[in-house]
T-cell receptor, first 112, second 114 residues
């Protein structure tokens, strides 16, 4: 089945530790995105990548880092510099032709 | 940057009634307006979208209307069913060199009572 996978579904970390969230897609999409969702709020863009080996900051990039070494993978690292890392993280992908974004199931990160 | 306002934040209807959610945006260069449905603990799912060269689009019980002059667009759900209960988000693309970048509204919690 084609789709976007995010792992793990739930992640717990101690304060001060870096943590990497996985996002993989087999849709052959060029563009990939990371969003953060807090309770009762909309989705806020962290980083996006329109092509391999290139990415841009979104609206709330501080305290996060990404890499795009392969077309199908776009991992997000939540660093210790992120002041409020506890949130629901969503990955998405799209093609330039239609720009429709398709989302993964999300990872809920809790920092203790 | 783009500013998207979505109203209402919560909407409660009886099964069979219609539901309407409205979004306004600020950037007149925006050309793509999708609507997403998010169920609890899951990722958003695209349910319908509209592009700037179309004023209305319908898919069974769901329709979206766009008024580019007034910079607002709306989601219409007719004959609502309990399974329509979810959070709905509108979004607007940035256009130009930020092609594909979406700005989302704050979401509307729709509850359909049997």
């Amino acid at each position: 089945d084609g789709g976007i996978t995010q792992s793990p579904k739930y992640l717990f970390r101690k304060e001060g530790q870096n943590v990497t969230l996985s996002c993989e897609q087999n849709l052959n999409h060029d563009a990939m995105y990371w969003y953060r969702q807090d309770p009762g709020q909309g989705l806020r863009l962290i980083y996006y990548s329109q092509i391999v080996n290139d990415f841009q900051k979104g609206d709330i990039a501080e305290g996060y880092s990404v890499s795009r070494e392969k077309k199908e993978s776009f991992p997000l690292t939540v660093t210790s510099a992120q002041k409020n890392p506890t949130a629901f993280y969503l990955c998405a992908s799209s093609t330039p032709l239609t720009i429709e974004q398709f989302f993964g199931p999300g990872t809920r990160l809790t920092v203790l | 940057g783009e500013n998207v306002e979505q109203h209402p934040s919560t909407l409660s209807v009886q099964e069979g009634d219609s539901a309407v959610i409205k979004c306004t945006y600020s950037d007149s260069a925006s050309n793509y307006f999708p609507w997403y449905k998010q169920e609890l603990g899951k990722g958003p799912q695209l349910i319908i979208d509209i592009r700037s060269n179309v004023g209305e689009k319908k898919d069974q019980r769901i329709a979206v209307t766009l008024n580019k002059t007034a910079k607002h667009f709306s989601l219409h759900i007719t004959e609502t069913q309990p399974e329509d209960s979810a959070v709905y988000f509108c979004a607007v693309d940035a256009g130009g060199t930020s092609y594909g970048k979406l700005t989302f509204g704050q979401g509307t919690i729709l509850t359909v009572h049997p």
